[in-house]
């Protein structure tokens, strides 16, 4: 059974940082690309960041400001976010897939996690 959790979300002043984690269980070994989305009050869920057989993609958004990186030996997959801005504040969620290769389409990721909240105070 495919299954991701995220945690880390929270409140955070402006120019703070937060990371979030992904947790993946099931078969793993089939999630070759994995990213991170978020979807704010009234908005379209949009790309953050992916990561796709060591390659990382960023949106413009969040470039020089969020990492993505993933633990293989652990199934994790992280969400390194600085210098947050209020216009960072949404639901994150992590999504994988089984084929390699960048997309920043939702609907090319088939497996979602339950989101965690951000909120960055100006």
């Known amino acids: 059974q495919v299954q991701l959790v995220e945690s880390g979300g929270g409140l955070v002043e402006a120019g703070g940082s937060l990371r979030l984690s992904c947790a993946a269980s099931?078969?793993?070994?089939?999630?070759?690309?994995m990213a991170w989305f978020r979807q704010g009050v009234g908005k379209e869920r949009e790309f953050v960041a992916a990561?796709?057989?060591?390659?990382?993609y960023y949106a413009n958004s969040v470039k020089g400001r969020f990492t993505i990186s993933r633990d293989n030996a652990t199934h994790m997959v992280y969400l390194q976010m600085n210098s947050l801005k209020p216009e960072d504040t949404a639901v994150y969620y992590c999504?994988?897939?089984?084929?390699?290769?960048?997309?920043?389409?939702?609907?090319?990721?088939?497996?979602w996690g339950q989101g965690t909240q951000v909120t960055v105070s100006s």
């Open positions: 990561w796709s057989a060591g390659n990382t």
């Open positions: 999504g994988a897939r089984t084929m390699l290769g960048f997309s920043r389409l939702k609907d090319d990721y088939p497996y």
């Open positions: 099931g078969r793993t070994f089939n999630y070759r690309t």
